[in-house]
């Protein structure tokens, strides 16, 4: 199994809502990343897990929670988002995180829309 | 600081044209640098990658990257372009190892084919 499978694909929440996304991977990797994507921009880093446990927070808003259950799931956590927050919102894996030598691989992304 | 520049927002070509996307790279250290492509509304999907040897990199759907570290320059190449490569490409440049370890993305290039 050579994929980071992202669930759902397609998220409309409102403001006042609780969510959240999953991914999940079975390739062995122990680093897991969430990124956040707008139209026509490239992917922004949020979040780094390396075994499991948060090695890097790009000052992200706390209304973004990650979670790492277990080697194979990543979990982010939505709540009181705003409709800037509207993207498209990536999980990758590598081997580990000094894997600059083995690159990522991406899922396919949930689109979120806050409206 | 490393960055990481494609100096073409939007490329187009013709069906069977070959095709040339630029990326130019800054960077301390020996790069690990890595071309992606996304189509609509989808994950990013590892085309190539280099961290050492041969600079001359082959990848999956026919494309090629030259590593130039007198120009630092990582340019993505095919001889002869398909209408299923209409996508957006986005270069990469990876730091070796660590826990800060992180991808930093060009702005990406978005590429049209004619029929």
């Known amino acids: 199994d050579t994929e980071v499978t992202q669930t759902p694909k397609h998220l409309v929440m409102g403001m006042t809502n609780k969510k959240s996304l999953k991914c999940e991977q079975h390739?062995?990797?122990?680093?897991m990343y969430w990124y956040k994507q707008k139209a026509k921009k490239p992917p922004e880093l949020m979040f780094v897990?390396?075994?499991?446990?948060?090695?890097i927070n790009e000052s992200v808003p706390s209304r973004f929670s990650p979670e790492c259950p277990n080697s194979s799931l990543l979990n982010l956590h939505l709540h009181a988002l705003q409709p800037e927050d509207s993207a498209l919102y990536l999980c990758?894996?590598?081997?580990?995180?000094?894997?600059?030598?083995?690159?990522?691989?991406f899922g396919s992304g949930t689109r979120l829309t806050v409206v | 600081a490393q960055s990481v520049t494609q100096p073409d927002i939007h490329i187009t070509v013709s069906e069977g044209a070959s095709l040339e996307l630029r990326c130019n790279y800054s960077?301390?250290?020996?790069?690990?640098l890595f071309w992606y492509v996304q189509s609509p509304g989808q994950g990013l999907q590892l085309l190539l990658k280099?961290?050492?040897?041969?600079?001359l990199v082959q990848g999956i759907k026919g494309f090629e990257a030259e590593f130039k570290r007198s120009q630092s320059s990582f340019n993505l190449r095919k001889p002869s372009v398909h209408w299923s490569d209409a996508a957006e490409y986005f270069c990469?440049?990876?730091?070796?190892?660590?826990?800060?370890?992180?991808?930093?993305f060009g702005t990406g290039t978005l590429l049209a084919v004619q029929p």
């Open positions: 990758a894996s590598s081997r580990t995180t000094g894997s600059g030598s083995y690159g990522y691989t």
């Open positions: 390739m062995g990797h122990r680093a």
């Open positions: 897990y390396s075994y499991e446990k948060l090695s």
């Open positions: 960077y301390g250290a020996t790069p690990y």
């Open positions: 280099y961290f050492s040897g041969d600079t």
């Open positions: 990469a440049v990876g730091p070796y190892g660590g826990a800060t370890n992180k991808l930093i």
